[in-house]
């Protein structure tokens, strides 16, 4: 049983501790990114004794002086002054609480000394405690940013732990910029009371995380761990960011958090065996966040390659491979739709190359036809995305040069290569449901980020390289071999 | 001496030999391209027995009726026309051609037939000959863009050769959104009389060219290639994308190109013997063809790593040592900085965190005492560009959950961001200048790509991960290490 972290991530009443009117403070930050994030005011109490107000809400001269017992207590106080503030948290009922503070372990032994008088505290009056030096906690479906980055996040089901506060703040941003859905978010911070395992762990129980996102740097407790990882990739993919890769990594990452990084290979094995995902860099982590959570996942190696010219299929195929997968066979359904639909000379193999070939239908003929097919275990779609583009480019140059082109036909033409665009991600989607295999796009005729955006709408993905397709669809089929051994997948 | 292309990329009169008014013909683009990219319009003579003007400038019935010999065919034809159309050339004394018009070698044996008859009249007559097949070649600095992509790009010292057309357009499009600068492009089609080692030959030779850039998929003669590539990277870097790394990859390269990719370890070993650059994706020959034509190259292999936030000095400090690169050790000078200027418990050690100190003068102090450091030999910084972003959002929500923010005052926020970031790259340059060692900045406050592109100003080099900024800058190094080897540099 995971420990019950629900008054941290869904608070009704919380609790504002050094609360502060100065826009640079921490205290300033942390309330009103809650009150931004829509958190409902009145069941916000900031604590100064100091101030009357802050930011426009009655505040209360201490944790005692509170009208009623929040459920969570947000703490920016200074270091030396937070033991105080947990007892007077639990003295006034509150158990839970975010201890937003930094200068404890992290800055050497008087600090050291202060964060064991926390982890005291916490033990004797079993509260539950985040942080201290933590980035805060988020939950996008709660309205709840009491976090010290300023986001705002997509709704949906990912949830994120992170021993680093940059590094989930910036992959915070990241996510809202991607438009990619965010449940809940965790800093762990120096992790005196809870660990990145007690949260892998809740989110494991949680039914509204359907993915887990892990950003490691070290861990006190390695077989804990990979025993909470274990359960809990059974039934959400875990993908866990590990650095101390290297030995400076690991060096460095002690000077960090004071943590040790332990040997990589070890960890390595011990991810595999767990079902983890580990991922190499903070982009992969995205890309690999997006795809699991909008896309079926792979039940083989066998990939089916569509581009819209040979030199992008040959980089693909070499991605694939590399990363260990197949090229799939192209079976006679196949084969017929494309005699039919390509000059004679097509590739006549996988990839399939539609040399250029800018006629929709063809291009959704092909990739109903290799969805269909029993040899195909994935589909990559290279170019298909915004085909027209460049042609229609060249004729609206082309009449530009002529005559004056009204805004109007630019529109139109801009209008019409979007509702293409949108046709042949709509008959995807069918076909994923239909053949529960993953298709994923890469577009290349520089639509623009936003546009891209607009074009996943938070349901498919569009990536922008092709190496960057056959990669991540790897990991996705490891995954579902990890299943398979375990037995949770039959299929 | 390498082959002389002169009029190939700098001709000064064309004959569009195939020119149409038709928007979605290959005679119509390549024609459009050439106008809109400002190349004289009186210089140009469309080709067309049927029309009397093509967008807007007088046709001529055939090459023979043509007034002079211009310097450059560019022809767009049916197949079967084409050998005639040579023929024709060469007895209007026009010496050099870029054939555009398909349907040769790469469409089988009859297509391959008429490709072998180009050649003999090629040889026979002493043309020189682009293609078939090909995208066609662009030279930005002679506004020359007889290329089927409707692109501009900034004019530059950067030339690419690419084997896929699609990979050639591509590459550009991407150059022009990520502002980079360029020179000369050639698409080598099916190479029947000029293949890419010519090319590459020719820019190493060109005074224009600081940099070249090769997407290859087979090549026929390999010993060449090598022995254009080896005398030509003593002088500027040749970075290579060769596909056909797995065998999946080749055969998907025959089947493009017709071309035997060859054994893959043969080849990086003969590339590393020749003194290339080998780049595994498209994105890597991007992000190195800004660093080589920007950055000095490092002359060692110790890093300093200068980082906003813990977690992402820990994973550049990993990406660098899987990369190959090590951590420089702090000197006395930058400790003595930092002890001035950072908290007493300052890592002590490289990765230098500055723990969310958003002081420009000491982003500026610390980066000045790392560059200057003879323990160091080449600086990544990661978050220093926009800091402040995100205390700024966060004051400015503040403001705006308080009182209605003014348009004005919001400008002038994100104007005095961007004079910091301003600042911080100008100093960046002049200790570049100073101390001959690079200095690469990693954008993480998402201040966006237009942004970005502001700030890089073609002059330096902002990623936007911080695991990129470590493998470059490894490749940079080992083309460093090659000329010393070679005995090219002395340092």
Request: charged share 20%; net charge negative; hydrophobic share 45%.
């Amino acid at each position: 049983m995971a420990k019950n972290l629900d008054k941290i991530f869904k608070p009704e009443s919380i609790a504002m501790v050094g609360a502060s009117n100065v826009p640079a403070k921490w205290g300033s930050f942390l309330l009103v990114n809650l009150l931004a994030g829509g958190y409902p005011r009145e069941r916000i109490f900031p604590v100064n004794p100091r101030e009357k107000a802050i930011h426009g809400l009655p505040a209360y001269p201490s944790v005692s002086a509170l009208p009623e017992a929040p459920d969570l207590a947000v703490v920016t106080t200074p270091a030396a002054a937070v033991g105080g503030v947990l007892e007077e948290c639990a003295r006034r009922g509150i158990r839970n609480a975010v201890v937003i503070s930094s200068n404890f372990s992290e800055v050497g032994e008087e600090g050291a000394s202060l964060e064991r008088g926390l982890v005291d505290i916490g033990r004797r009056h079993g509260l539950t405690v985040v942080g201290p030096n933590t980035m805060g906690v988020v939950n996008a479906g709660h309205r709840l940013y009491a976090v010290g980055a300023p986001v705002q996040l997509r709704p949906g089901t990912i949830s994120f732990v992170s021993q680093s506060g940059n590094v989930g703040a910036n992959m915070l941003g990241w996510t809202m910029n991607q438009g990619i859905g965010f449940g809940k978010f965790v800093g762990s911070g120096n992790e005196a009371l809870l660990d990145a395992s007690d949260f892998i762990d809740y989110f494991g129980e949680d039914e509204e995380t359907s993915l887990i996102l892990a950003y490691l740097e070290g861990v006190e407790d390695g077989r804990a761990l990979m025993e909470v990882i274990s359960r809990t990739a059974r039934r959400k993919p875990v993908v866990v960011l590990k650095s101390g890769r290297s030995e400076e990594g690991s060096r460095a990452a002690m000077s960090h958090t004071g943590s040790l990084a332990g040997r990589d290979e070890i960890y390595d094995a011990a991810f595999t065996q767990a079902g983890a995902v580990r991922v190499d860099t903070s982009q992969e982590m995205l890309d690999l966040a997006k795809s699991f959570t909008r896309l079926p996942l792979p039940s083989g190696d066998r990939l089916g390659i569509i581009t819209l010219g040979g030199g992008w299929g040959v980089l693909a195929t070499d991605a694939a491979a590399m990363a260990g997968l197949r090229l799939a066979k192209l079976d006679d359904g196949v084969r017929e739709v494309c005699d039919r639909l390509l000059p004679p000379y097509w590739s006549h193999s996988n990839p399939v190359d539609l040399v250029g070939n800018i006629y929709m239908e063809t291009h959704l003929a092909i990739m109903e036809a290799m969805a269909a097919s029993p040899q195909v275990d994935a589909l990559v779609v290279l170019g298909s995305l915004g085909t027209g583009t460049i042609i229609g480019l060249n004729v609206l140059v082309s009449q530009q040069l002529i005559m004056e082109m009204s805004m109007d036909a630019m529109k139109s033409f801009f209008m019409e290569l979007r509702e293409r665009n949108l046709r042949l991600l709509a008959r995807a989607k069918e076909l994923m449901n239909a053949y529960h295999k993953p298709i994923l796009f890469v577009e290349m005729q520089f639509i623009g980020e936003e546009n891209l955006r607009d074009l996943e709408a938070g349901e498919t993905v569009i990536f922008t390289a092709p190496e960057k397709a056959a990669t991540i669809l790897a990991k996705m089929l490891r995954y579902r071999r990890y299943l398979e051994r375990d037995g949770t997948t039959k299929q």
